[in-house]
């Protein structure tokens, strides 16, 4: 304790007695908070740049997610549900319109939709394959009831397949994958040159920051700042968004759809929030060098 | 030690906030021309404004049709102000035809959860006793199915909480479904078109349509 007020008392003194040292001193501290704020931008940019990498375009994050909310049992649900709806007009029983719903070849289909989509590929369903399978299994029940089929009926039996495949389709291709792939094409380049710049003048400026201090200890105190720093800015906004959940008010329909879109919404801010975690355990075992090097140069 | 405690308080409190500060101000800057899409989002997808598009589930609330009326001692005129209009997929009138056998539900709207419970009237056209058109459909297979025995004279009645009305049945016709010449809702007159899918009988999903035109007979008029 003497031995540190000494230490500084010694510095106080010498500022005082050679101003030069002071304006050097003070511009030294300038020039490091300076490149310690950079250095906070540049993890915060880092953070960012990344989610849309191990996020919103990544497969397997999607994929993890439509698992986690049963997105393919409800889809194949909802769409039980639509061609039910047909039963009436039809004039099929509810049970053969549920029935033409084949929940394996759905779930390939769905989840071989997002893989392509999210590599750029595309992948188109075979809907007149569709149309003809289904067409088969409406005319087999009606066979099966004995019922005499017109030219005109087996016409309408045609137009209520296209339209079941009509809808299937339309219901695989759900929405926001294919703007995200043409988003994946287009960025994907630019993101990696963007993560190349921020770690090369994340190198740059830490560098220039040891290099001004002839203490480093000192370097490392505005080094655990700018971890800190960069923990709060990433962390702050998705801490709160995860406590208040405004997202949960969101009106998406139908259901299935909003529960994966909520879980894509949490996933992205839990990724957030464990980059802020990791920016403050950076931090903190920052702290042991920079005890040890305090020490070291107290010793000197 | 105290100096320490400051000292560092300072690199790793006040600074890391500073630094955060200025980079959410920063954010806030750039991001402010967005703000106007992200308060477009939010009113698109916000409950408060999509309340008004949710459907009420169908028949849960209905203007229950006054099937007591005895239309020789109905009111000839009934005032505006008095009637109970339905809201949208509102069970609010009944639908029959003695002749045939017909006596359906009529709603407020065409929707297929609509459809599943009986008829279902366009929002395009009017209510009953306005002297314009009404636009009702319904599906061949269930409620609509004694359509078949249907002739020109026939008299549907329309029950509502306000009035039982009369339509004589004046023609029928058999076209495809996207002929929109079949209907004319600008027309000045009361007329009762009702359509279903035709054949009547048939599998799967009809391209054909048949409509019934029923011109107003009976009935209070609507008077302000």
């Known amino acids: 304790m003497v031995h540190m007020n000494t230490h500084n008392n010694k510095n106080t003194k010498a500022s005082a007695r050679y101003p030069a040292m002071a304006v050097k001193a003070a511009a030294k501290n300038i020039a490091s908070i300076l490149l310690a704020f950079l250095l906070t931008v540049l993890l915060v940019l880092t953070a960012l740049l990344l989610t849309p990498k191990f996020a919103l375009f990544r497969e397997q994050f999607f994929l993890e997610r439509m698992e986690k909310v049963g997105f393919s049992d409800a889809l194949a649900t909802n769409i039980e549900q639509e061609y039910a709806s047909l039963a009436i007009p039809s004039g099929f029983p509810e049970e053969v319109m549920k029935q033409a719903v084949d929940r394996n070849a759905l779930n390939y289909d769905l989840y071989t939709y997002v893989s392509y989509s999210l590599h750029g590929e595309e992948f188109v369903i075979d809907k007149a394959a569709l149309q003809t399978k289904l067409n088969e299994q409406f005319l087999s029940y009606a066979k099966s009831q004995n019922a005499a089929l017109t030219e005109e009926d087996t016409s309408n039996i045609s137009y209520l397949s296209g339209m079941c495949a009509d809808y299937y389709a339309k219901k695989i291709y759900f929405p926001g994958v294919k703007q995200l792939s043409q988003m994946h094409i287009r960025l994907n380049s630019m993101i990696n040159y963007a993560l190349t710049g921020c770690v090369f003048l994340f190198l740059l400026f830490s560098f220039l920051l040891f290099f001004i201090r002839s203490t480093k200890h000192r370097a490392l105190r505005f080094y655990i700042s700018t971890f800190i720093g960069a923990a709060i800015s990433i962390g702050i906004v998705p801490l709160i968004l995860l406590l208040i959940r405004p997202q949960d008010r969101l009106n998406i329909w139908p259901d299935y759809f909003y529960d994966f879109v909520i879980s894509c919404i949490d996933g992205i801010l839990w990724g957030w929030l464990v980059i802020a975690c990791f920016c403050v355990l950076i931090s903190f075992l920052l702290n042991f060098p920079y005890r040890m090097l305090r020490e070291n140069n107290k010793n000197r | ?224």
């Open chain 2, 1 to 224: 030690m105290k100096k320490f405690f400051s000292r560092l308080s300072a690199y790793t409190v006040v600074l890391p906030i500073v630094f955060s500060l200025i980079i959410l101000l920063i954010g806030g800057i750039i991001l402010s021309p967005y703000a106007q899409l992200a308060s477009d989002f939010y009113s698109v997808f916000m409950p408060a404004h999509a309340a008004e598009q949710t459907m009420p589930p169908v028949a849960d609330q209905t203007i229950t049709p006054n099937m007591t009326l005895d239309p020789d001692q109905q009111a000839q005129q009934v005032k505006l102000s008095t009637i109970e209009f339905p809201t949208y997929q509102q069970y609010y009138a009944n639908l029959r035809c003695d002749t045939i056998g017909l006596s359906v539900k009529v709603f407020w709207g065409d929707t297929n959860a609509v459809l599943r419970k009986g008829v279902g009237q366009s929002l395009s056209s009017f209510y009953p006793g306005f002297g314009r058109p009404l636009l009702m459909g319904g599906h061949n297979k269930s409620f609509l199915s004694s359509l078949a025995n249907v002739a020109v004279g026939q008299v549907f009645i329309l029950t509502t909480n306000y009035g039982e009305f009369e339509y004589t049945i004046t023609g029928t016709k058999i076209t495809t479904a996207n002929d929109t010449s079949a209907y004319d809702l600008a027309q000045q007159k009361e007329v009762l078109i009702l359509y279903t899918c035709y054949p009547l009988n048939a599998y799967g999903i009809n391209a054909k349509r048949l409509f019934i035109y029923a011109e107003k007979t009976g009935g209070p008029e609507i008077v302000d």
